[in-house]
């Protein structure tokens, strides 16, 4: 669908369309108010053709293992299992049988599509539910995010397990649904169990400011520690792959050029930290569902602040990072916090957003 795209271009493209959405957010924080109905009112249909687009685009990619590695790979999994294929299957049960179902009855690039309709259904629904007319303004943080497009077309089965969480974030007073859904997740893949013990521990304790001291204590004992967190993590009976996330350097190298104490990444983690901290310490902000995601955000954090030396680390700030629009724009628009709301939260977005631009755009050229 999307051919005429050169393969070299493709990702790129995607960010200079979402630089443009973003300038037109600015411009029009900088002509109308936030209570201006009539502007707001356009947000919604172009929310959805965002949406629609977004889903064919990243749906519909190239199957190329020079731009999308982890695409080529699955592809050719799939393939097999359509040709025939017996496939054993000891792990991440939800995706592989997933898997298994769909190539009895689809080719490989609607299998992309549809893995890609749940990948980012669930950030739409969460943002219409927590949101209502203002939905698609915490749908752009998500969209916008560092690493939202990288695990719609590489780290596919993080990205479909944090979109559960999401997903079962929708369902956060019927707790029930929310940890089945949780549990899907978890099979989707294993990796998904620190956001969830991250989540268990912060509704257990509520205080944020004991949530602020992990934190900030995972940073020196990182610092000092180093790789040793790495091993005793590894060692705690993680499924084999994300264990080899920590463990196998030289062969996740190549898929993560830098290692060492990442101070970039680390102050983009901070960035949610202090907002958080602004928001419910210096406003005051009481509210149980964004304590308590706050929480799980800075536990997950740390979690790969002490593992972030390991070669394959991002995989890990995933596990946090997929939170952070939703620690950046609940009060936002949940609260009354300033005089021009509307304008202030369109540079905080304008920021947030040129960070993943900077990242992916510029810094790869």
């Not at 199957?63 to 294929?85: C, E, L, P, W």
């Not at 978890?186 to 521990?201: E, K, Q, T």
């Not at 590894?234 to 196998?248: H, K, M, P, Q």
């Not at 070669?311 to 609940?330: D, E, G, K, Q, T």
Request: with cysteine; aromatic share 24%.
């Amino acid at each position: 669908m999307f051919d005429w795209i050169p393969i070299e271009y493709y990702t790129v493209t995607h960010y200079h369309v979402l630089l443009l959405v973003a300038l037109f957010i600015v411009f029009n924080s900088l002509i109308f108010d936030v209570s201006d109905k009539q502007s707001i009112r356009i947000f919604g249909p172009l929310g959805y053709f965002i949406v629609l687009v977004l889903i064919l685009y990243m749906g519909l990619r190239p199957i190329n293992v020079h731009y999308f590695g982890d695409t080529s790979t699955y592809a050719g999994i799939f393939k097999a299992m359509r040709n025939g294929q017996e496939a054993k299957i000891q792990k991440d049960y939800v995706f592989n049988y997933f898997m298994k179902w769909c190539s009895n009855f689809m080719d490989v690039h609607r299998f992309f599509l549809l893995l890609d309709i749940l990948y980012i259904i669930p950030s739409l629904l969460f943002s219409r539910k927590y949101f209502g007319q203002y939905w698609f303004f915490a749908m752009f943080m998500f969209i916008g995010s560092f690493s939202f497009w990288a695990y719609g077309t590489n780290g596919l089965r993080n990205g479909l397990a944090t979109s559960l969480f999401i997903l079962g974030l929708y369902f956060y007073n019927r707790k029930v649904i929310m940890y089945m859904i949780f549990t899907l997740g978890y099979f989707m893949h294993a990796s998904l169990i620190i956001p969830i013990a991250a989540f268990v521990v912060s509704g257990i304790y509520k205080n944020p400011k004991v949530y602020l001291y992990i934190w900030f204590a995972s940073i020196p004992l990182s610092l000092v520690g180093g790789s040793a967190w790495t091993t005793l993590f590894a060692g705690l009976g993680f499924e084999d792959r994300t264990s080899g996330y920590l463990t196998n350097a030289e062969g996740n190298l190549e898929q993560f050029s830098q290692t060492g104490f990442r101070w970039d990444f680390l102050l983009y983690s901070a960035s949610a930290v202090f907002i958080g901290w602004y928001f419910i310490f210096k406003k005051q902000i009481v509210d149980r569902f964004y304590i308590h995601i706050f929480g799980v955000y800075t536990i997950a954090n740390s979690f790969w602040i002490l593992v972030i030396t390991a070669a394959f680390s991002n995989r890990f700030a995933y596990l946090s990072w997929f939170l952070m629009p939703a620690v950046f724009i609940y009060p936002m628009f949940r609260y009354k916090i300033w005089k021009d709301q509307y304008k202030t939260f369109a540079i905080i977005l304008f920021s947030y957003f040129m960070f993943t631009y900077f990242m992916n755009v510029i810094k790869e050229r």
